[in-house]
């Protein structure tokens, strides 16, 4: 797992990240959480699910801030100059449904096997 400090947008990006760290997968937030835990000495495991494949591109990345906030504004000019975009973000959605639905199902198994 690859800890990113932003969005790997496109599948270029993604590859890169794979071939210079050998990960399979890649987020933004666990090593954070996993660090600051250690630190307090509070235990930590994280169950993820992947939203995106590595050739799916993750549509107008650049609108979210440096704190991940994703900007209304810009957001909705960016939508009406180029509408679509909307499509790649239903199909984003799509995908996290999905990834909501086996994280359910993994924390689920996890909480009968404790």
């Not at 993750?58 to 900007?71: I, Q, W």
């Not at 679509?84 to 984003?92: C, S």
């Not at 996290?96 to 909480?111: H, Q, W």
């Amino acid at each position: 797992m690859l800890t990113a400090s932003r969005v790997l947008a496109d599948s270029a990006a993604k590859r890169l990240a794979k071939e210079q760290s050998g990960a399979i997968a890649v987020d933004m937030e666990s090593a954070a959480l996993g660090i600051e835990a250690r630190a307090r000495g509070i235990p930590f495991v994280c169950v993820r699910a992947v939203l995106d494949a590595v050739d799916d591109e993750v549509p107008a990345a650049e609108l979210a801030g440096a704190d991940g906030e994703v900007r209304p504004l810009a957001a909705t000019r960016f939508l009406i100059r180029h509408p679509a975009t909307l499509l790649k973000l239903l199909r984003l959605m799509r995908n996290l449904s999905r990834a909501t639905a086996a994280l359910a199902e993994a924390l689920d198994a996890l909480a009968r096997n404790a």
